[in-house]
């Protein structure tokens, strides 16, 4: 978890991660931040309540979500929530559920699949671009 001194557009999310835009459109949006979540242990183990304490001080943040296999669940998991983040960016998958992108234009929040190879990786992007903020 990370909050940036200075907003950081949705561009620059893309290149941090690596990313693919798979929306539409990144929406004018820009991220104050980002919370890096395993998406299985997430999903299981969170409360609506925890998630909401998770979104930390702005929901003008990234979610990061890690070992995800098609992205369905933590879109499901974000489109119930009555907060949303400014963007979702989905590491794991080769290909991501064509109902997952469906649910992220509806909510018009930016889904972006990550290239990186590793978690760690993306962790370390992720982390450098924070420090240099």
Known sequence: MCEFEEPI??????KLVKGKLLTRSDYGKVIYGYTVLDSIKTILSLT?????????MTSERALVFTKV?????????????????????LHGPRKVDELAIRLA?????????SLHKTVK?????????????
């Open 69 to 89: 296999s098609a992205g369905r669940s933590p879109m499901v998991a974000v489109r119930t929530s009555p907060i949303k983040p400014a963007a979702v960016v």
């Open 105 to 113: 234009n509806i909510e018009k929040i930016p889904l972006i699949l």
């Open 48 to 56: 609506g309540t925890e998630f909401y304490q998770l979104m930390g």
């Open 121 to 133: 990786d993306i962790i370390y992007s992720l982390r450098r671009a924070c420090e240099k903020r």
């Open 9 to 14: 557009p949705i561009s620059d999310l893309i």
